[in-house]
């Protein structure tokens, strides 16, 4: 060891959340002010210190659990109804499980438009993309894992790749996060981020929630409760990755 070797204790990755044209207006899941983050995420893309850039795309099928169109009226009000969901695992978690499950308009159906990246996103940039949701028997919010904690999700055919072992192969030590819904996707990764030991920031002027009003005061409560650090742009920690240090 010398002292001109390069610190390893900080290896960050960024991951960019579901920037895709059904969360952005004028979609009936379109999230306020949504497509105005793409000049600030492609901003933040190109930041030099990254080792990793990751983005995500919900990807459902037509027959999505979470879509209200799927389900009996009258309880069948996308945004309102919700409905009592199973766990679709037979091993490792309580198969019995359930939780209930907000209903969507249907979105992000795979390979239609709805579902595609926005195309001013610099996806020349991004190493990785992880499509998740793809199991229609159940909700997956975090890219990690579904919402009973099943991260078996390749193998099981929910996600195109295990995320996990993305950011484990590039020795990833901290997870930036970003993009849509500060409320839903974005919360649900970045804290599944933090329980598997990557130190995990959000960066607030990065996201945009589903519930304009209460969505991200509610999520802050919940993230910092579950470890993650919610940073601002010209704060210390992205400051960090901007320089590459
Ligand atoms: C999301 C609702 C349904 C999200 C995904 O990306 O935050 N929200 N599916
Ligand atoms: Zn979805």
């Known amino acids: 060891m010398t002292s001109i070797d390069t610190d390893n204790g900080f ?3 960024l991951i960019v959340v579901d920037m895709q044209e059904d969360f952005c207006p004028p979609n009936p899941l379109g999230v306020q002010g949504g497509r105005d983050l793409v000049p600030l995420i492609n901003e933040i893309i190109q930041y030099p210190g990254f080792v990793v850039r990751v983005a995500t795309q919900d990807f459902h099928p037509a027959t999505h659990i979470s879509f209200a169109s799927n389900h009996p009226a009258p ?3 996308p945004f309102e109804s919700h409905i009592q969901m199973t766990n679709p695992a037979v091993v490792g978690s309580d198969p019995t ?5 907000r209903l969507w308009p249907a979105h992000c159906v795979q390979n239609t438009p709805g579902a595609e990246i926005l195309p001013a996103i610099r996806m020349d940039k991004i190493d990785a993309v992880v499509k998740k949701g793809m ?21 099981t055919g929910g996600a195109s790749a ?3 072992a993305i950011l484990r192969e590039k020795g990833v030590t901290d997870v930036f996060v970003v993009g849509l819904a500060g409320d839903y996707c974005v919360k649900h990764t970045a804290i599944d981020a933090a329980e598997r030991g990557f130190k995990t920031f959000v960066i607030e002027e990065g996201v ?3 519930d304009a009003v209460s969505g991200w005061q509610e999520a802050k409560v919940e993230l910092a409760a579950r470890g993650v650090k919610v940073v601002g742009l010209d704060g210390l920690e992205v400051g ?4 590459g240090i």
């Not at 199991?135 to 193998?155: L, T």
């Open 11 to 13: 290896q960050p990755a």
């Open 75 to 77: 309880n069948n009000n």
């Open 97 to 101: 499980a359930t939780i209930a499950q």
């Open 135 to 155: 199991d229609e028997r159940v909700e997956m919010y975090s890219a990690f894992a579904d919402a009973f904690g099943n991260r078996d999700c390749k193998a």
């Open 162 to 164: 295990d995320l996990e």
């Open 208 to 210: 945009k929630c589903v």
């Open 240 to 243: 960090r990755v901007k320089v």
